[in-house]
């Protein structure tokens, strides 16, 4: 199943998503000032994982938009620890906002957000990368969790 929107698009969606849900329907705050500011470094660490990803399939000259055929099989970086560092960044971005904001909801999206992912991108591009990468992606798939 290919999708018209892009990962950016869910995520920006579900950042957006995350903030109505606090304000209009917060459930309870379980998380106060100053804990909450935490989230801030949540979101330092996803938006520095996804700017140095970039800049690593940028340099490899591999295509950085699903459904594009890859041309390099990127373990170096954020990808020595996740195949998928770009999603998990974003997932960390989501999480410190639903932390910055302090309330039950918000926590419902990265959830939600990693459950699209999969669904509608990872399993595709695994299958891509599979066909490409064959055995050197196999192995690569022993080695690095898809995640974390």
Same mark, same amino acid.
């Given at each position: 199943?290919?999708?018209?929107?892009?990962? /950016?698009?869910?995520?920006?969606?579900?950042?957006?998503?995350?903030?109505?849900?606090?304000?209009?329907?917060?459930?309870?705050?379980?998380?106060?000032?100053?804990?909450?500011?935490?989230?801030?470094?949540?979101?330092?660490?996803?938006?520095?994982?996804?700017?140095?990803?970039?800049?690593?399939?940028?340099?490899?000259?591999?295509?950085?938009?699903?459904?594009?055929?890859?041309?390099?099989?990127?373990?170096?970086?954020?990808?020595?620890?996740?195949?998928?560092?770009?999603?998990?960044?974003?997932?960390?971005?989501?999480?410190?906002?639903?932390?910055?904001?302090?309330?039950?909801? /918000?926590?419902?999206?990265?959830?939600?957000?990693?459950?699209?992912?999969?669904?509608?991108?990872?399993?595709?591009?695994?299958?891509?990368?599979?066909?490409?990468?064959?055995?050197?992606?196999?192995?690569?798939?022993?080695?690095?969790?898809?995640?974390?």
């Amino acid at each position: 199943m290919k999708s018209r929107l892009l990962p /950016p698009s869910y995520f920006w969606g579900s950042v957006v998503l995350g903030i109505m849900l606090h304000f209009f329907v917060p459930i309870a705050r379980i998380i106060s000032s100053p804990y909450r500011y935490i989230g801030v470094l949540a979101v330092a660490l996803g938006v520095v994982i996804n700017l140095w990803t970039d800049s690593l399939f940028k340099s490899a000259g591999t295509p950085v938009q699903p459904y594009q055929k890859p041309t390099a099989l990127l373990n170096s970086g954020p990808f020595h620890i996740s195949r998928h560092p770009m999603y998990l960044g974003m997932t960390s971005v989501l999480i410190g906002v639903a932390c910055i904001c302090g309330s039950v909801s /918000p926590f419902f999206v990265p959830v939600l957000f990693v459950i699209l992912m999969q669904w509608i991108f990872i399993r595709v591009e695994e299958k891509d990368m599979e066909s490409v990468f064959g055995e050197q992606y196999m192995e690569y798939k022993k080695r690095v969790r898809k995640w974390i």
